[in-house]
């Protein structure tokens, strides 16, 4: 599977912005996906995630009830709808993919569970 993330930019804070994720190739159906992100000297961490069924979300607590993790009905489409954005949310935003076989629920939240990646997309929040 190939992954192209999308959607980043400039915004002021208390802003809104939209990330896409754009999910190609055999047995999507098979894949979790979730977005991380990395600021400038920081480890890259899980910032949401959906499970292959898409029936379960996760946050990560510093982005709870601002995002929102969602999937078109093709599955080839992930989006990361970002609220009331921070300038502490300035990072560089990946979407990463696993296959998953029988935790279809399960939400993964730790990089090296994912073992393909976007190119990852810049998003700067100004103050």
């Known amino acids: 599977v190939q992954l192209q993330a999308s959607g980043g930019g400039l915004v002021h804070a208390g802003g809104s912005l939209t990330l896409s994720c754009a999910v190609s190739?055999?047995?999507?159906?098979?894949?979790?996906v979730a977005w991380f992100r990395q600021a400038p000297g920081k480890e890259r961490e899980f910032v949401g995630g959906?499970?292959?069924?898409?029936?379960?979300?996760d946050y990560a607590n510093s982005v709870k009830g601002r995002f929102t993790i969602s999937r078109d009905s093709t599955r080839k489409n992930v989006y990361l709808q970002m609220n009331s954005l921070k300038p502490e949310d300035t990072a560089v935003y990946y979407c990463a993919s696993k296959q998953t076989i029988l935790s279809v629920n399960f939400i993964y939240t730790d990089t090296n569970d994912y073992n393909t990646w976007g190119q990852g997309t810049l998003v700067t929040v100004s103050s």
């Open positions: 190739g055999p047995s999507i159906s098979r894949y979790a």
């Open positions: 959906i499970s292959r069924s898409g029936g379960s979300t």
